[in-house]
């Protein structure tokens, strides 16, 4: 199995953007308002990934999708979108060093939901490791 096709490289790759991304937005909203960031960044992700699409030759038209496809698609980019306001907010108001990790609780909300909603179960092992993840924001949100 190549490096590229393993899920775990995907995973780790996409941990680094996302720590770039707080970078990044943390000092985007330094003097605009943070809807406007919020924004500004959603039209510049639909531009480069319409690019990437078309370019991949993975473009189909939408007629052709599934209509369940559809509509978890629409819950996803309407929940995507209440997350990136909400986290452009918080960034604009807080430190990203404390909003960063606090906006990681969402780790053990989407194992309770997968659990919940997708019949998925972790391990005894797993449990504890994101209970620990749980456990770690909740102390880095505590006030000293």
């Known amino acids: ?3 590229t096709s393993s899920w775990v490289f995907w995973a780790l790759l996409s ?6 991304t707080a970078i990044f937005a943390k000092a985007g909203v330094e003097n605009i308002d943070s809807d406007l960031a919020t924004l500004i960044r959603t039209v510049v992700i639909l531009v480069v990934l319409a690019g990437f699409v078309y370019f991949a030759g993975k473009w189909r038209f939408p007629h052709e999708l599934p209509t369940r496809a559809w509509v978890f698609l629409v819950l996803s980019g309407l929940a995507t ?5 909400c986290y452009f907010r918080a960034l604009k108001l807080g ?12 780790i053990l909300l989407i194992a309770v939901f997968a659990f919940l909603f997708l019949d998925e179960r972790p391990s005894v092992r797993e449990w ?3 209970l620990m993840v749980g456990a770690g924001v909740f102390l880095l949100a505590l006030k000293r």
């Open 15 to 20: 941990a680094v953007f996302a720590a770039l």
């Open 95 to 106: 430190e990203v060093s404390k909003v960063a990790p606090v906006d990681k609780l969402s």
């Open 128 to 130: 504890t490791g994101i």
């Open 81 to 85: 979108g209440a997350s990136w306001v």
């Open 1 to 3: 199995m190549s490096l």
